[in-house]
């Protein structure tokens, strides 16, 4: 078992007062909280490498470049891609997305399809829309039942050969709902469509393992995982790298230039164009050992039990309803009470120290789905407790009555 007491002095924001209340932090999807060592990690690296990377001889520049590639086999071995120029870094998830649909520009034609799912963040819409209207591929969607799971049978419908690209979330941010990943790339590859996963809401709860997944591209951000902002990895197939074109260009991502011609950099830094974020890249390797040290075995139990609790305490409140009730889910609840808005409701237990999100979260066609405005999402990390579940409860019923 955990020493969750430990865990949270490892995080000196939990131990701060807001709006005069202890924190309660429960936005941890829209981002973490980072632990001490993170933290240090990054004023370590300004006070004693801070140099630019893969171009001085000089012994600073390639003390930085070493800690940064250091970094990126780190996360190579963390997804278990099979090589490391499999692994870019980028800015995170929505940087990670628009470099797959950007470089899909090139390749797709009018009357070819890509199929998204209606559990998408706007980050895993917005930019394949953009592709569809540049290169004339229609855009299908999987729909999703009352629990907020994907129907596999319409997505079966959906496949053709006229079939490109599918990309789906790995877990939903709204919902939290874990879809059926493996079975979504198995069917996608039978018809010979590229498969792009959102895996933002997943890395902060397990470890993907992309060779058995067997997807193409698999994006996250670092800050939902413990590490800086600013931060993220798009992990795609070599082949599929090498067939992409570059998504920027700039120093960094060249082999040779001239005014005739550029030629290419090798993978990875064909996509990694200009002077990146050394110091992100660096640490977002130190939060997946500290993640790592904690273990995803030992996260998933804990988070288990907050999500068993939560949901258990939160149906005790007449009029109170949960979205997102299939089988398969991470440690994210959403809901609203009868007749009550979720701002209201957010905004009162903001006053009691409580953190949750409220609005569409970036996925208003789910919203659309319930015909709701939005929800209040309470999402758990591993560092929260029961204790803080009971009071948002208690803090809810509260909220309840004043507004009703
Ligand atoms: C947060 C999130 C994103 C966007 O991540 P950024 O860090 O804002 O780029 C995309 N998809 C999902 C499922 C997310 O939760």
Redesign the pocket.
Known sequence: MLDIQKIRDDFPILSEKVNGKPLVYFDN??TSQKPQIVIDAIATYYQEINANIHRGVHTLSQLATDAYEISRVKIQHHINAKFSHEVLFTS????GINLVTNGFASILKPGDEVIVSSLE?H??IVPWQMLCEKTGATLKVIPMNEDGELIMDAFDALLSEKTKVVTV?H???ALGIINPIKYIIEKAHVVGAAVLI?G??AVPHLKPDVQDLDCDFYAF?G??MCGPTGT?ILYGKEDWLNKLPPYQGGGEMIKEVTFEKTTYADLPHKFEAGTPNIAGGIVLGTAVDYLNNIGFHNIQKQEEKLLEHATKRLLEIEGLKIYGTGKNKASVVSFNIDGIHPYDIGSIIDKLGIAVRTGHH?AQPIMNFFCIPGTIRASFSFYNTIEEIDIMVEAVKKAKTMLS
């Not at 995170?92 to 940087?95: A, L, N, P």
């Open positions: 999807g829209a995170g998830t929505t940087h963040h980050s895993n979330n877990i939903s941010n959102d933002a809401q951000s800050h939902k993220g970036c």
